[in-house]
Every structure is written in structure tokens, then in C-alpha cells.
């Protein structure tokens, strides 16, 4: 039986406002991601993700959502998804849209309605609590932005509501069957227009203890959304899972568990029965060097072959110092480039990290986001000449570094660029069964070189990567450059044996 695509595919997440503007109000929009589908396209990749679109006040850009089912206007509205989505699926690509389980924006019609009263019939919709006995907060715990309470008082019904994020994303009661219920609704209502997933953020928070017991003394003041990984979290997935595997179709949920332990990040996909796939970010924080990789990559395959989870693989997104600016060069972020694709397991891409983006530098005046998360957010430049493919109003946030040379349309135009390198892999590892389902199996490389083989049936392949800043030898009669992270469109070359600094090499059988 063939793999379904969220495994053998890869995934490119658009953070809309920062893609392209078409309407000149400085932020990106959806006719924005509609006239760049070109470029995805020239790019290979199988499937897009949306952070969210819905109506939001942006007190979290997105992440605060008021109404589940419309699209902000300042994105655009339901026709324009509509067509994006057929124009996706016109080109065999899918649509992943973005689903914020855990809280809405304190303006969402529940919240009003809720915060109107304790009588009110959405009251127990989110989690609201008298205060301690000292009059503070219910308990010790922190939010994940400020490290401040995570409760806010609400003076009209003398009750404090749960935030484990800003104070204008209040949490949602998922205990309430009611409130279960809605939110199932709404992923019906996307499925219905065909949607073909969802990425589920922080979804391992959604459960909730009931007795909201302060956090031990070891973590008093850490957010609390880093550790909480509550049993009931499961059955709400598995009954989740059972809509989405019945609804027709191939659907499926990548659900955001951002919990520091691999082993207990491998307990959402359950026994195959709860999230599709959980992203895994053990790389975000990986230091560049060799040995630390291998040992992130051997602790996941030991976490999740137990419980054949398939994993997935992620370098940069929305919330993380892009991977070129955590590792300090473009030559590293290129070599890593290539274990990203060629490692077993999905790979998530976010946008502009083909263009070899850095992020930003946001000075303080510019300052929007409050969580820090400017620089990895800045917008994608199209072209060399400013507005760079932009409608000409200034963008929300300032460009990233040295768009002469990082933007879409010089990249697509050189041989030797990031972006043909991520072309070129992405080519390669469609038509390869090895690359996209194999196996794997690690190879005994000198120190400084990440090596491994991939492989089912007769088709194989081998990836090398030198993290070290000198060449490294290593000796493999019989094989050929597929791509080289330095020079992506030389192809076909017989391996001789040697690794320049800081180079990824795929190779094939001579
Ligand atoms: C997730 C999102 C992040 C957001 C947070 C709260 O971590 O990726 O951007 O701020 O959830 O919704």
C-alpha cells in the first residue's frame, strides 16, 4: 500500500502576512499567495500551510482567532480561499489551513457572551476561577509570553480566566463537551469547502487537569505551556482522529506539541489512532555539530519506532531564529538544507528559507510581536528592486538582510543558488522511493560528517554531511553526486572520497 502524501510529501508554510501584499497596506494577503503559486510550483513542494487566516484582532497575529469560519479582511475573504484552494488542487498541491484549539481571542462572540455573566450559558466555555484565598490568582502559573500570571481578572464578574498565552487569548474549557463539540464544527466546516489538513496549534495544552494545581517548585515561573502533557489531551485527539480518518478523503491533522521531551512528544500519535503527524522540533534546537544531530535523529527513532509514528523534520518557522541566523552562514544552512530532505520522515519548510533568508534585524521602534518573534517573520522579497514584488507600502515589519541577491526572482535565475539547491532536492527526492519512504540506516562516518544511507529495494541512496570546518575523507567506491550543497546543478560526478568544509552531498549509485 502506497504511504498517504503527508508522509512521502513536503510541506511549505506560508505565514500570510509576511508573504506578498497585493493591496498595498504592507501586509501580505491571500491574492498574494495565489499570484506566487508559480513559484511554489517551480519549487516542487506537495502541500502548503497557512498560519491563520480567520478574523483576528492580531493581538497574536492570527493566533488570536474571533470567528473560526471567515477570513480577516485584511487577508482577504472566503471566495479568495476558495480559489486558492481550487488553484492548489488544479496543480496537485494541498491546503493545510492552521486550527487554534486551545484559545480564541478574548474578542470571539464565546468569550463576550461568556465573560457577560457567571449565569451566562457560555460561562463554563472557558476556565474561570475565584481568586486565592489572598485575593491573587488561582494558581502559580505563568504565561508563555511575559512570564507574567496566567490569569487576568475580570472586574464585572469577579472571576480570573485562564491565559496560558496573552491575556487576549483567553483558554477554551475543552472538559465542556459543548465546547468539544464546536471546535470539532469548525475543522467539519473547512473539510466541507476541502481543506485537505490541519496544522493543530499547541494542541497537546487542549487538556486540562481539573484541580489546575500550581506548578512544583521546579518550575515555578517557567510558561507553563512548555510542560503541561495532560492524559485527557489523548482521548480528545483519538475522537478527533475518528472524524478526521472517516471523513472521505485523505485528511489528516500535524498537530504542534511543543513539549521538550521527544518521548512524550511520541505519545500524540497515540497507537495510530490520534495525531497524523506531531511536529517535531528537536533540531530547532540542535546545535550545529555532528555528533549532537545524530544523537537528536537516534533519540526520535527510538521514541517513535516503538509506535511506528512517522516523523517529521523541521528547520525553521514563525516562532524560531531562522536556521541560516541560528547557525551563522549560509553555507551551513545550505548543507543542512540537504539532510533536511533526505532524512526519513516529513519535512516542513518555511517560507524564504529557499531563498536563504536571515532574519531580520527589527530595531526597537519596530518592534511588533510580544513574544520577539520579528526577525524570522520579515517579508519575502520577489524581486531585486524595491517594493520587491510588494504592492509599495511599507511592510508591517523591515526586509530581511541583502534582498539584492536573497529574493525569488535572482535565486530562480542562478544555478548556484539556494533556491535551485532546494529545487534540486526536492526534485530528486520525489523521484526517489528510497528518499521518500525508506529506510535508514547510519553510516560509520569520521567525526564532524553526518552520514546515512536511505534505501527500499533495489533504490538507494547515501547522504553525507560535513559540519566540520575542514575537508573530511571518507571512502565510497561506486557512488555520484546527486546534489552538492554548494553546487546543486553539477550532477553525476563520481564521488572521490573527500568533503569540502561545511558540505552536503546526495548520492547515487554510479
Ligand atoms: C503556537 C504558534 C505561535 C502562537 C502560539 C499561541 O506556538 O506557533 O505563533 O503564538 O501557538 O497560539
Not at 178 to 200: H, K, S
Not at 436 to 446: E, F, I, K, N, S
Not at 457 to 473: I, Q, S, W, Y
Request: net charge negative; charged share 25%; glycine share 8%.
Amino acid at each position: 500500500m502506497q504511504p498517504p502524501w503527508w508522509q512521502t510529501g513536503v510541506v511549505y508554510q506560508i505565514y500570510p502576512r509576511s508573504f506578498a501584499d497585493t493591496r498595498g497596506n504592507g501586509v501580505g494577503d491571500l491574492p498574494g499567495v495565489e499570484a506566487h503559486l508559480d513559484h511554489l510550483a517551480w519549487l516542487g513542494v506537495d502541500a502548503i500551510w497557512l498560519s491563520p487566516i480567520y478574523r483576528s484582532p492580531m493581538a497574536d497575529f492570527g493566533y488570536d482567532v474571533a470567528d473560526y469560519r471567515d477570513v480577516d479582511p485584511l487577508f482577504g475573504d472566503l471566495d479568495d480561499l476558495d480559489r486558492l484552494l481550487e488553484q492548489l488542487h488544479d496543480r496537485g498541491m494541498r491546503l493545510i489551513l492552521d486550527w487554534v484549539p486551545n484559545h480564541t481571542s478574548d474578542q470571539h462572540p464565546w468569550f463576550v457572551e461568556s465573560r457577560s455573566a457567571r449565569t451566562s450559558a457560555k460561562r463554563d466555555w472557558y476556565v474561570w476561577r475565584d481568586p486565592a484565598p489572598d485575593g491573587g490568582p488561582p494558581n502559580n502559573w505563568v504565561d508563555a509570553f511575559t512570564g507574567a500570571p496566567a490569569w487576568t481578572w475580570d472586574e464585572t464578574t469577579r472571576q480570573y480566566y485562564l491565559h496560558l498565552f496573552l491575556p487576549q487569548q483567553p483558554d477554551l474549557n475543552w472538559s465542556n463537551p459543548e465546547v468539544a463539540a464546536a471546535m470539532q464544527d469548525v475543522l467539519v466546516y473547512w473539510l466541507d469547502r476541502g481543506v485537505d489538513g490541519f496544522r493543530a496549534d499547541v494542541v497537546h495544552l487542549i487538556g486540562k487537569d481539573d484541580d489546575l494545581a500550581d506548578d512544583p517548585p521546579d518550575r515555578v515561573g517557567q510558561h507553563h505551556a512548555a510542560f503541561q502533557n495532560n492524559e485527557v489531551t489523548h482521548a480528545y485527539l483519538r475522537d478527533l482522529r475518528t472524524m478526521l480518518d472517516g471523513y472521505p478523503g485523505e485528511r489528516m491533522m500535524v498537530g504542534e506539541v511543543n513539549l521538550d521531551s521527544t518521548e512524550a512528544v511520541a505519545t500524540y500519535y497515540g497507537h495510530g489512532d490520534e495525531l497524523h503527524l506531531a511536529f517535531n522540533f528537536a533540531l530547532l534546537h540542535t546545535p550545529w555539530d555532528a555528533e549532537a544531530w545524530r544523537a537528536s535523529i537516534e533519540r526520535i527513532d527510538a521514541a517513535y519506532a516503538p509506535r511506528r509514528a512517522w516523523p517529521t523534520w523541521v528547520l525553521s518557522n514563525h516562532d524560531q531564529p531562522r536556521h541560516r541566523s541560528r547557525y551563522g552562514s549560509l553555507r551551513r544552512a545550505r548543507a543542512a538544507a540537504v539532510a533536511l530532505l533526505t532524512l526519513r520522515g516529513t519535512p516542513f519548510l518555511f517560507q524564504g528559507e529557499e531563498l536563504g533568508l536571515a532574519d531580520a534585524e527589527v530595531p526597537p521602534e519596530r518592534r511588533v510581536d510580544p513574544g520577539g518573534r520579528d526577525g524570522a517573520r520579515a517579508p519575502i522579497p520577489w524581486t531585486p528592486d524595491a517594493p520587491h514584488g510588494w504592492a509599495g507600502a511599507e511592510p508591517w515589519l523591515p526586509w530581511p538582510p541583502a534582498v539584492g541577491a536573497h529574493n525569488a526572482a535572482t535565486q530562480r535565475s542562478q544555478s548556484a543558488s539556494t533556491a535551485q539547491l532546494y529545487r534540486h532536492l526536492l526534485a530528486r527526492r520525489r523521484a526517489s522511493p528510497a528518499l521518500r519512504h525508506g529506510a535508514m540506516t547510519w553510516l560509520d562516518t569520521p567525526p564532524g560528517v553526518l552520514g546515512y544511507r536511505r534505501s527500499d529495494g533495489d533504490d538507494e541512496r547515501v547522504v553525507l554531511v560535513n559540519f566540520a570546518d575542514e575537508t573530511a575523507t571518507f571512502d565510497l567506491p561506486g557512488w555520484c553526486v546527486e546534489v552538492d550543497s554548494l553546487l546543486p546543478a553539477a550532477t553525476g560526478a563520481a564521488f572521490g572520497g573527500a568533503l569540502a568544509p561545511e558540505q552536503g552531498l546526495l548520492l547515487a549509485r554510479a
